[in-house]
Every structure is written in structure tokens, then in C-alpha cells.
């Protein structure tokens, strides 16, 4: 982070952007220079992982786009982040969750949150071959989602000043609606659910699951207790939908 040359912002939020809420849809084309592999990384790009049962998965990049303060939500120039896909190769599994409202689902795809001055690398590293997370999951019947927020290294905006309440307030949920928008989209062309499940809202009833680490444990905990992975049910505006099908908070790496 502190390497010569390093930018003291992040490019593209070196002017102030026009009012209102950064873009809300991942992009799938990222910029070119969104995720830079720092020299003294081996890796210089994210690998294809193999599964135990043989299978190849390649990655795929989102960028995304999110405020760069809570101090000031609403002036403040936005900060590019990653989201990194490896994708399910059998269907994927979708569920029933009425249980906690009125037409939910849960569908069994996980996003991966590192910690602090770290990348999602760590998720998938070479050296454990089939045996790194993002493998072993997959391998499990999981869709794997990685998010490089504001404090990963591969990112520029890890030169800015932020904090956790930045993350807890902006990275993650914006992460989250990211996953569920994609899946969404994904599971209304397949025609994978019934027809009466294949509505516009279905980006809002779907609920993911989390695993975090170390500062992005503490972050998540506080996106949660905040009420910022909470939205309004699409169908009864009364009751609140909780993003999260299940969490896990790691201050060790299990793996």
C-alpha cells in the first residue's frame, strides 16, 4: 500500500460526481485498471480453480460502485470495488424460505469477505489446490462469490482514508444486492423456477449466505446490527426481508 507511485486517490473519483447514489447495477466489463496484482504477488491475475471432483472453474469480475463516506453520502465522489465469481457449474439451488416471508427464497450461494489490508486471494490460493475455500465449496454445491472492498491491496481505492463504518454501510450491502440482482437475472432466463417465481422482485426476495474474516467479520456485524442488509418486503411493505439466509465470522482462517 505504501509503494512509490501509489495514487493518493482512487482515478476515477478524482472530480466530484454528479448528485445522487452511485451507479446501483455490477457492471460486468470492469475497467481495465480496476485490480492491480502488486509486484510481490505470485499470482498477477485471479486463477481458474479445480475442484475435488475434477471440475475447472474460472473466475469472472464485477465492478461495482459505492459512496466513499458516511460522512457525506451525498456530495462524496464514488470508489470502484470487485466482486469475483466463481460460478456453480451444476444448477443452482434455490429453496423455499417462507418461513421468514411471503415469497422468499434462499438460494445456496455464499459471499466470501477477507480482512483487513488483505485480497480474496487468500480464498483461493494456489498452494492449496482443490483444498483452498472457494474449491471446497464449490465442490460442496456452492455458487462463490468473493468481494474486494475498499482495504484489499488489488484495489486503488485502498490508498483512501476509510473506515469500517464505510464498509458496513456501503461495501457490503452494496455486495450483497449484487450477488442477489445477478441471481436473479440468471434464474428468470433459465426458467430454472415456476413461472409465478419469475417476477421482477425476485432480486428482492432471494437471501444469500456470508462467510467473513477478522475486520470483515467486524464489519458485517456491524452492517447487520445497523439494519443496512434489511429491506423492505417487495409484497407487504410492513415486514423487513434480512438479506442473509445464515452468517459465519471468522477471526481465524479454517483453511
Known amino acids: 500500500d505504501y509503494a512509490p507511485g501509489l495514487p493518493k486517490t482512487e482515478p476515477t473519483t478524482s472530480s466530484p460526481a454528479p448528485g445522487g447514489p452511485p451507479p446501483p447495477h455490477p457492471n460486468p466489463d470492469p475497467d481495465p485498471d480496476l485490480l492491480t496484482f502488486y509486484a510481490a504477488c505470485s499470482l498477477k491475475a485471479f486463477p481458474t480453480i479445480r475442484t475435488h471432483g475434477d471440475v475447472e472453474v474460472q473466475p469472472r469480475i464485477y465492478q461495482l460502485a459505492v459512496h466513499d463516506s458516511v460522512r457525506a453520502p451525498q456530495t462524496d465522489k464514488p470508489v470502484r470495488l470487485a466482486l469475483v465469481r466463481y460460478r456453480q457449474p451444476q444448477p443452482l439451488q434455490v429453496l423455499d424460505d417462507t418461513r421468514h416471508g411471503e415469497g422468499l427464497k434462499k ?4 459471499l466470501l469477505i477477507n480482512g483487513f489490508a488483505q485480497s480474496t486471494l487468500t480464498f483461493v490460493a494456489p498452494e492449496l489446490g482443490k483444498d483452498c475455500l472457494a474449491a471446497r465449496l464449490l465442490h460442496e454445491g456452492w455458487d462463490v462469490w468473493m468481494l474486494e472492498y475498499r482495504v484489499s491491496p488489488l484495489l486503488a481505492a485502498s490508498a483512501r482514508f476509510s473506515t469500517m463504518d464505510d464498509i458496513a454501510a456501503f461495501d457490503i450491502p452494496t455486495g450483497v444486492d449484487a450477488v442477489c440482482e445477478v441471481l436473479a437475472k440468471e434464474l428468470i432466463e433459465s426458467g430454472h423456477l415456476p413461472p409465478e417465481d419469475r417476477t421482477d422482485d425476485l432480486a428482492r426476495r432471494l437471501r444469500i449466505f456470508c462467510f ?9 456485524a456491524m452492517s447487520l446490527a445497523e439494519g443496512f442488509l434489511q429491506i423492505e418486503h417487495p409484497r407487504n411493505r410492513r415486514e423487513k426481508i434480512d438479506r ?7 477471526q481465524f482462517l479454517p483453511y
Open 212 to 220: 467473513s474474516h477478522c475486520v470483515g467479520s467486524a464489519s458485517l
Open 107 to 110: 438460494a445456496k450461494a455464499i
Open 244 to 250: 442473509l439466509a445464515g452468517v459465519s465470522f471468522s
